[in-house]
T-cell receptor, first 115, second 118 residues
Framework: DAKTTQPNSMESNEEEPVHLPCNHSTISGTDYIHWYRQLPSQGPEYVIHGLTSNVNNRMASLAIAEDRKSSTLILHRATLRDAAVYYCILRDRAGRGSTLGRLYFGRGTQLTVWP | SAVISQKPSRDICQRGTSLTIQCQVDSQVTMMFWYRQQPGQSLTLIATANQGSEATYESGFVIDKFPISRPNLTFSTLTVSNMSPEDSSIYLC???????????????FGPGTRLTVL
């Protein structure tokens, strides 16, 4: 599986924007870029995903580099509730056989939000 | 979306015993997944629970240690057999959305079962 690289930790102040980077230099043309987050004592939850174009939803924005070798998750105004571990994951669009549907988690980025 | 419940939410077990964890989904899904999250670590995929066929295990996980059942499209169980303290982890069930054969779909996770083995 293609690997992702994220900083171990980041910090932000409440109500400031947060840019969480992810490097995926070995991404293949069939990989979606997914972001999940895990709040303390909870299972992971979906944040956003994209393929080539930038994406926006109610939770966040995803900026994807033109060569797709990196992406940035953007939280426009961090809140205390956004403190979590954020995972950047590549998921095979083709979903061939043995890897269909599977998510493989890296270590993620621990985001701390200060009041 | 899919709502997932797991039972038990937590348990403390003795070495050498087995524990069966249940995962119930509020809608029919094709694929269900079991993950393990050891203390302070990320999630590791254990296996894919397939309805009507044997589970597919990831490297490092075997059926004798983690037998899985998938009797229908809304339910699965994971058994942790002959437990040792190294099995102390959070075990999470996950499913794709109703159209979960599309790799772009989001995945949903249960709240997890926190297992402590003494």
């Amino acid at each position: 599986d293609a690997k992702t690289t994220q900083p171990n930790s980041m910090e932000s102040n409440e109500e400031e924007p947060v840019h969480l980077p992810c490097n995926h230099s070995t991404i293949s043309g069939t990989d979606y870029i997914h972001w999940y987050r895990q709040l303390p004592s909870q299972g992971p939850e979906y944040v956003i995903h994209g393929l080539t174009s930038n994406v926006n939803n109610r939770m966040a924005s995803l900026a994807i580099a033109e060569d797709r070798k990196s992406s940035t998750l953007i939280l426009h105004r961090a809140t205390l509730r956004d403190a979590a571990v954020y995972y950047c994951i590549l998921r095979d669009r083709a979903g061939r056989g043995s890897t269909l549907g599977r998510l493989y988690f890296g270590r993620g980025t621990q985001l701390t939000v200060w009041p | 979306s899919a709502v997932i419940s797991q039972k038990p939410s937590r348990d403390i077990c003795q070495r050498g015993t087995s524990l069966t964890i249940q995962c119930q989904v509020d809608s029919q899904v094709t694929m269900m997944f079991w993950y393990r999250q050891q203390p302070g670590q990320s999630l590791t995929l254990i296996a894919t629970a397939n309805q009507g066929s044997e589970a597919t295990y990831e490297s490092g996980f075997v059926i004798d240690k983690f037998p899985i059942s998938r009797p229908n499209l809304t339910f699965s169980t994971l058994t942790v057999s002959n437990m040792s303290p190294e099995d102390s982890s959070i075990y999470l069930c996950s499913v794709g959305g109703p159209r979960d054969r599309a790799p772009g779909e989001e995945q949903f996770f249960g709240p997890g079962t926190r297992l402590t083995v003494l």
